[in-house]
């Protein structure tokens, strides 16, 4: 059972305290779910990032199985590493696909606990899922390695195994953009970058990382979940909301950005 790491950081730490936060989340949020294959989700602290989460996990239609890719913040474990372990929250257990595990090549992604057990990226995500769906199991996926080749090749993994398996899929690339930059410059380069998203345009979307010197945390998940999804069959990507850290905060000289995009 991998354990909470960070209940009481990023988010509330008791049952009823987290359902009230996570229903704030969704406050002005508007209904309306879509066929996601894919998504990108911000992982900060939900007084910050949990309203923009929150409009990708109210587009949402459910799944059979959700795989979530996030970086790996902590350098712990194997450079790409899945986690075939159940996961708890406050909210409760969340159980991990392991048929869909076991479908994997494997050919990059190893089945390794290390680098989860501290690691917030996908942690976070999870009691969203939970707030909005009862039955459902997930592949957690943490990715220290995140250069384009390396995104390719998971995301080709990930489509082999969705393939398989013949389960509804939807893969979600957990990332904030960019940190501790003035309001109007994050906004400025986080749209820069999100518009080669918006395209599929990877490798455009590597360039324009290289360019700037982007801080975007979760690139790799990124790239790995429109690699996957657009072998899956996906033709259109669309941003939802984006906000910063100075929407909450007022202070707009150093903010972190966040986005919320589905790829149908």
């Known amino acids: 059972m991998r354990a909470p790491a960070v209940s009481g ?13 996570i229903s704030r989340c969704f406050e002005g949020v508007p209904p309306g779910e879509r066929q996601v294959l894919g998504a990108v989700v911000p992982h900060a602290g939900y007084i910050y990032s949990g309203n923009t989460a929150a409009y990708v996990y109210s587009a949402l239609s459910g ?19 899945v986690s075939g372990e159940s996961w708890s929250t406050p909210l409760g257990e969340v159980g991990s696909d392991s048929e869909f595990i076991k479908a994997l090549p494997k050919r990059i992604i190893d089945l390794d ?24 199991n997930i592949v957690p996926i943490c990715m220290g390695m995140q250069d384009e080749e390396t995104a390719l090749d998971v995301g080709m993994e990930l489509a082999e195994a969705v393939r398989k ?17 003035p309001d109007k410059v994050a906004r400025e380069n986080d749209a820069y970058y999100i518009s080669s998203i918006l395209e599929f345009d990877i490798t455009g979307f590597y360039r324009k990382l290289y360019e700037r010197n982007a801080s975007v945390c979760g ?10 999804t657009k072998n899956l069959g996906a033709k259109k990507a669309s941003l939802l909301k984006y906000s910063t850290s100075g929407d909450t905060t007022g202070d707009l ?12």
């Open 9 to 21: 950081q990023f988010y509330p730490r008791s049952k009823n305290d987290l359902d009230r936060e």
């Open 63 to 81: 799944a059979d199985t959700f795989v979530m890719l996030g970086p790996n913040h902590t350098g712990y474990g194997s450079p790409v590493s």
């Open 219 to 228: 690139y790799g998940p990124i790239a790995a979940m429109l690699t996957a």
């Open 253 to 264: 000289a150093a903010v972190v950005g966040y986005a919320g995009i589905v790829v149908e």
């Open 165 to 181: 398996v013949r389960k509804k899929v939807v893969i979600i690339a957990s990332s904030d953009f960019t940190h501790y930059k």
């Open 113 to 136: 606990e290390t680098a989860h057990k501290y690691e917030h990226s996908i942690e976070v995500q999870l009691p969203f899922l939970q707030h909005r769906f009862r039955d459902f």
